[in-house]
């Protein structure tokens, strides 16, 4: 080969071996914040979890039906308006979407004090190591992971839900086509 | 542009100004000259060549040396404008930075948010510039070694005369070389460590050539060592996570996918007492109060044997017992965890007495945990207190007249209890704080009157894994390595030859001249060969 061209070849793939080296350290210095996040899209990842009544809950039992995950805490004003239309509507999606409801690592007395009063039969666990929450990179609450019957995430939703029908949305997403 | 044969016959890369061969001069300018210059042996520096496609003008652009020192430049004054306020990563965490550099450094600190100094170094275009500052060190070493590489393996021991006529040191005088001169210097110069090489009667001594790639050593170590900080930021490789934990808890070790929790059995703060040694710290004790003497947590580290899923019930086996101290840090796999920070007497447990407000007698006391409550409390003899309510935060009532918490931390506790004595068999309502109890259900005989506060100290402990380290420090040694063999040792050639009845004598060196003609001095000294001179008064 011409030497001329030799030289231009080798010069290019040396810069573009440095160009590669730069654009990976400057890509995942812009995404260090967001690394391991989850998106819509992605696998949910499994856990496993305890109920106030000692039920175990596997995520991957779920296969097949819908899942709506809901965090928690009991001092979120948000979440306190959001937890009746989970109520009404777990009820009325039975066998189709579930609720899984997480605290945030509160206390047993604060958790059933506050199903209690609001009068929740759903399921309710508290992830006293906030293991769960840490991998799901929950931040603020309530952030509700919307859960398709084959187990992949549909939407995350940050925020409460003040409608009954912006839930019901939600749930008619993920109930499994029959 | 082709190559250019030199008139000894070697065929030399375009832009060469000396023959690699010879060391004729092959340009116009270097053959007006009156000394070569020698720092890359008049080799064709790369970038100096061609100049037409893009890649072309981005080499010439990084290969630059006055460029790399202006990216060097940049770098420290931008590096130090971080250094002015502190760094987001230091700020306290209870406030946002967006608030705290305004509040806390006023109209100032507010620009230097906005212009992004907070957070100077993980910025962008800080990044970008470390990166060019790499790509400038690669592509500026590359244009020099290579060429001065193939300058040195080609060079010629009968060196045209023109050549020695333009070095430092040169003599020439009418004569014949010798052969028993010549084996007699080759000895002394063998004796000096010189590599003798004798070609058409002509002779080359050099020594000492591989200290002219110090600073291309040099350049890859720095290069490894910006590797080595670009690996940081790989998954995996650079973990740095802060836990803070209460005495006696347990809790997962952030960073280790919770394979290890940790224990925190107690915190210890201890200050330096009066007279304990009073030379060294009476005096600071008087200026400041305390002194600190030893920040100490006692710490146990646990694997957990049933870590398969998220959430799943831990099952801890001990691995260690430590007590972590400053620069004291428990070790485990490649996890480093250090003592950081501390909180004192954050609130634990509170102490309430069910009380006759009338007559004052107490009927006993009950102690709610502020991380685990009970439902009720029996207190015997048909007294029994119920909590209805826990608001850890309390702020107030909300429209409703619920009592409201403004987050789950202990810093307001508030209860909302119902008492059951003989007399009140359904109950009365007490709402409780600290130093305060009210009747929201309207007026009571009895009230839960706050008697004590139980305490506990909060650590903070570093979690910290760096796999790059061993990179660095292999970065630094190299550099180190460059350093040394580039300013220890000096790159010497002596030059001499007979031509038509004249013998020439030139010497070069990168440095310390001196020493070079010391060195030709003791070897020519006592010969019939010319000593060369000095023809650059300095």
């Known amino acids: 080969m011409d030497k001329k061209k030799k030289r231009l070849y080798m010069r290019a793939a040396i810069l573009a071996v440095l160009a590669g080296l730069v654009i990976y350290a400057l890509y995942t210095n812009v995404t260090k914040e967001s690394r391991g996040a989850l998106e819509a899209g992605d696998k949910a990842p499994d856990f496993v979890l305890t109920d106030l009544k000692g039920e175990t809950h596997q995520l991957s039992d779920y296969e097949g039906k819908g899942v709506f ?56 666990a508290i992830d006293s190591g906030k293991e769960v929450m840490d991998t799901y990179g929950v931040d603020p609450l309530p952030t509700t992971f919307m859960i398709k019957p084959d187990g992949t995430i549909d939407q995350i939703v940050i925020g409460g839900l003040i409608q009954e029908e912006q839930v019901r949305a939600l749930f008619e997403r993920v109930k499994p086509s029959s | 542009m082709g190559k250019v044969k030199c008139e000894c ?22 053959k007006q000259e009156k000394f070569v210059d020698m720092r890359y042996e008049g080799s064709a520096r790369r970038s100096q060549t061609y100049n037409k ?75 970008a510039l470390v990166a060019a500052l790499g790509v400038s060190l690669v592509i500026a070493s590359l244009d020099r070694v290579v060429p001065l590489y193939r300058a040195l393996k080609n060079q010629r021991v009968d060196r045209h005369e023109s050549f020695m006529k333009k070095q430092r040191l040169f003599a020439e005088q009418e004569g014949t070389l010798q052969a028993s001169e010549i084996e007699k210097i080759k000895v002394k110069l063998a004796k000096k460590r010189y590599k003798v090489r004798m070609e058409n009667g002509a002779l080359l001594a050099e020594k000492n ?14 290069i490894i060592f910006l590797l080595g900080a670009l690996l940081r930021s790989v998954p995996g490789m650079y973990i740095d996570e802060l836990l803070w934990i209460r005495e006696g808890e347990t809790l997962q070790v952030p960073g280790t996918d919770g394979a290890y929790y940790v224990k925190n059995n107690e915190f210890t703060l201890e200050n330096y007492e009066e007279g304990e040694d009073p030379e060294v710290f009476d005096e600071a004790i008087d200026r400041v109060g305390t002194v600190a003497k030893n920040y100490q947590t006692d710490a146990i580290l646990y694997r957990d044997e049933n870590n398969e899923l998220p959430g799943a019930e831990p099952e801890l086996t001990e691995v260690q017992a430590k007590s972590i101290q400053v620069n004291q840090p428990m070790k485990f796999d490649q996890f480093a965890v250090y003592q950081t920070s501390f909180r004192q007497d954050e609130m634990k447990a509170m102490h309430f007495a069910l009380t006759n407000k009338e007559t004052g007698e107490e009927f006993g006391e ?42 789950p931390l202990p810093n307001n506790p508030a209860f909302l209890f119902n008492m059951i004595t003989p007399e009140t068999p359904d109950g009365e309502m007490s709402f409780a704080q600290i130093r305060n109890t009210m009747e929201p259900l309207g007026e009571t ?45 000096n790159h010497r050639r002596l030059w001499i030859r007979e031509k038509e009845g004249r013998i020439y004598v030139a010497g070069h060196t990168n440095k310390n001249w001196h020493g070079l003609k010391r060195e030709i001095h003791s070897v020519l000294n006592g010969t019939a060969i010319p000593e060369p001179e000095d023809r650059q008064k300095d």
């Not at chain 2, 016959?9 to 832009?15: E, Q």
């Not at chain 2, 004054?77 to 209870?94: D, K, R």
């Not at chain 2, 509040?103 to 906005?114: A, E, H, L, N």
């Not at chain 2, 506990?456 to 460059?482: C, N, Y």
Request: one cysteine or more.
């Open chain 2, 53 to 127: 496609t893009i890649i072309d003008k981005v080499w010439n652009f990084f290969s630059s040396v006055k460029v790399g020192i202006w990216i060097i430049v940049l770098l420290l004054v931008a590096a130090s404008f971080g250094t002015i306020l502190p760094q987001e990563f230091y700020i306290p965490s209870n406030m946002p930075a967006e608030m705290y550099y305004e509040d806390v450094y006023g109209q100032f600190g507010k620009i230097y948010y906005m212009i992004g100094f907070h957070d100077l170094y993980n910025s962008v275009w800080f990044s």
């Open chain 2, 445 to 489: 005989e009895y009230k839960m009157a706050f008697k004590n506060l139980e305490t506990r100290d909060v650590s903070a402990l570093t979690i910290r894994k760096d796999l790059t380290l061993p990179i660095l420090a292999v970065g630094g040694i190299v550099f180190m390595i460059g350093v040394i063999q580039g300013s220890y040792w």
């Open chain 2, 209 to 222: 050539r591989f200290t002219r790639w110090g600073p291309y050593v040099n350049h890859v170590g720095l």
């Open chain 2, 366 to 407: 009950i102690v709610v945990d502020l991380f685990d409550q009970q439902e009720s409390y029996d207190l015997g003899s048909g007294y029994k207190v119920e909590l209805r309510g826990y608001y850890p935060d309390f702020d107030g009532f909300s429209e409703s007249g619920e009592p409201v918490s403004k987050s």
């Open chain 2, 9 to 30: 016959g070697h065929v030399n890369p375009n832009g060469t100004i000396l023959c690699e061969s010879c060391g004729r001069a092959l340009t116009e300018k270097a």
């Open chain 1, 69 to 124: 995950l809901n965090f928690w805490g009991t001092w979120c004003e948000p979440c306190k308006e959001e937890m009746p239309h989970m109520e009404k509507l777990a009820n009325e999606y039975e066998g189709q979407v579930e609720i899984l409801a997480v605290n945030v690592g509160e206390s047993d007395f604060q958790v059933n004090n506050f199903a209690k009063q609001y009068g929740l039969t759903f399921p309710i």
